[in-house]
C-alpha cells in the first residue's frame, strides 16, 4: 500500500518563511509524480496551488513556491500571512491511481 | 467561469446505493479529464476515482473497486459516481475535480456533496 507522509503541523510566525515536504514509501519523489499542492480552509472545497512539481495557477499567489527537495516534493510559504493558516495537502500520480497526503495543518502565530 | 456542482448526496443504510452528480459549466467539459476525491468527516483528502476526456479510461481507488462507478454524458457536461453496496467508512464529502491532462493539474473543484452512510 502506497502511503504519501507529510508533516502532521508546523508554526510559522507572520512574515516568515516555512517549507513543507511530501514524501513517497515507493521512493524519491521525482517529476514524474506531477506532485500537486492544495490549500484547505475549515468548510471550504480545496484550492489548487501547484502542479507538476512547481507551476502555479493563475490565481496562486507568488509567495507560494513548489520543488523537489531531499527526494521528497516540496511546498515553500515566503513571507507567510495570517490568511495561509490552513491544512495543506500534496497529491502524488502513480499511473493508475493517485494518493493524498496526509495534510500538513498550518499555525500562523 | 468555470464551475462544478455536484448532487445526489445524502442519508443511506449500510449495503445501499446512491448516485452522485457533477455538472459542469464555463469550460468544454468533454475535452477534460475528471476525478472524483472524497473527505471524511474530520479527516484527510482521499482519492476515489478517474475518468478520462472520452470515458475510455478509468482508474479506481482499491477501497471502492468493485462497488463504485464513474461515468460521465458529455453532452450533459456531467460526471456521474454510482455508489452500491456502502459502508459506514464511506461517510464523506464527495469532491468532483478537473484535471488538465497535459500537466496533470487538479485544477477547479466542486464545493462537495456529502454522503452519510449510517442505520
Known amino acids: 500500500q502506497t502511503v504519501v507522509t507529510q508533516e502532521p503541523s508546523l508554526t510559522v510566525s507572520p512574515g516568515g518563511t516555512v517549507t513543507l515536504t511530501c514524501a513517497s514509501t515507493?521512493?524519491?519523489?521525482?517529476?514524474?509524480?506531477?506532485p500537486n499542492w492544495f490549500q484547505q480552509k475549515p468548510g471550504q472545497a480545496p484550492r489548487a496551488l501547484i502542479y507538476?512539481?512547481?507551476s502555479k495557477h493563475s490565481w496562486t499567489p507568488a509567495r507560494f513556491s513548489g520543488s523537489l527537495l531531499g527526494g521528497k516534493a516540496a511546498l515553500t510559504l515566503s513571507g507567510v500571512q495570517p490568511e495561509d493558516e490552513a491544512e495543506y495537502y500534496c497529491?502524488?500520480?502513480?499511473?493508475?491511481?493517485?494518493?493524498f497526503g496526509g495534510g500538513t495543518k498550518l499555525t500562523v502565530l | 467561469e468555470e464551475q462544478l456542482v455536484e448532487s445526489g448526496g445524502g442519508l443511506v443504510q449500510p449495503g445501499g446505493s446512491l448516485r452522485l452528480s457533477c455538472v459542469a459549466s464555463g469550460f468544454t467539459f468533454s475535452s477534460y479529464e475528471m476525478h472524483w476525491v472524497r473527505q471524511a468527516p474530520g479527516k484527510g483528502l482521499e482519492w476515489v476515482s478517474y475518468m478520462s476526456s472520452s470515458g475510455s479510461i478509468i482508474y479506481y481507488a482499491d477501497s471502492v473497486k468493485g462497488r463504485f462507478t464513474i461515468s460521465r454524458d458529455n453532452a450533459k457536461n456531467s460526471l456521474y459516481l454510482q455508489m452500491n453496496s456502502l459502508r459506514a467508512e464511506d461517510t464523506a464529502v464527495y469532491y468532483c475535480?478537473?484535471?488538465?491532462?497535459?500537466?496533470?493539474?487538479?485544477?477547479?473543484w466542486g464545493q462537495g456533496t456529502l454522503v452519510t452512510v449510517s442505520s
Open positions: 497529491l502524488l500520480y502513480y499511473g493508475a491511481y493517485w494518493v
Open positions: 507538476s512539481t512547481t
Open positions: 515507493t521512493g524519491a519523489v521525482t517529476s514524474g509524480y506531477y
Open positions: 475535480a478537473r484535471l488538465v491532462g497535459v500537466s496533470w493539474a487538479f485544477d477547479y
